[in-house]
């Protein structure tokens, strides 16, 4: 089932496919000590591993995996990635994101996830959207409420970084 990817507008951001032009993000992400261990991001530079995950990313909007966006500035510029994975259980979306190292703290990120959340919002089947949270992650934990996500249940050792188990916050968003 191909999945149709819409440019999203967002304040100060816009949700939109990636394009090979959009390498320098990703190389730059490739250098983050978390990016690479919880994405499909690679931990190389590499120009060529840059466009491959670029392919990957629009690939998955082809085979109905999901919804993987690029944060996109005022200038569109791509600062980060989010995307939208529908699960088995109906009605329900995870959500993740990530900002390159040089555009954080911008409000990129809580203007992408209320962007995401708003368009998730007119899709019929879905009712609630999860996004996981490490507990030392404050500022993902801040952008998330500022979106209007809630704080639901602490997950013990609930998904592998880096092959060690993690503990993750789990907060919520009702649709309807």
Not at 9 to 25: I, K, Q, S, W, Y
Not at 78 to 95: F, K
Not at 98 to 110: F, K, M, S
Not at 154 to 161: F, H, I
């Amino acid at each position: 089932m191909t999945l149709r990817l819409p440019v999203v507008p967002g304040d100060g951001v816009t949700l939109r496919c990636f394009r090979a032009t959009d390498a320098p993000l990703i190389q730059e992400a490739s250098g983050d000590e978390l990016i690479p261990l919880i994405t499909s991001v690679p931990a190389t530079n590499d120009h060529a591993a840059a466009l491959a995950f670029i392919d990957r990313q629009l690939e998955r909007s082809r085979t109905g995996e999901g919804y993987s966006f690029a944060i996109a500035d005022p200038a569109d510029r791509a600062v980060g990635q989010i995307g939208l994975w529908p699960r088995a259980d109906p009605g329900s979306a995870s959500v993740g994101y990530w900002i390159r190292p040089t555009a954080r703290r911008r409000g990129h990120a809580a203007a992408a996830l209320g962007a995401l959340a708003d368009w998730a919002g007119t899709l019929p089947a879905l009712a609630r959207l999860d996004l996981y949270v490490e507990p030392w992650n404050i500022g993902s934990a801040r952008t998330a409420e500022r979106a209007g996500f809630a704080r639901a249940e602490l997950m013990p050792a609930w998904r592998s970084v880096g092959g060690t188990p993690r503990d993750m916050v789990r907060y919520s968003l009702l649709l309807h």
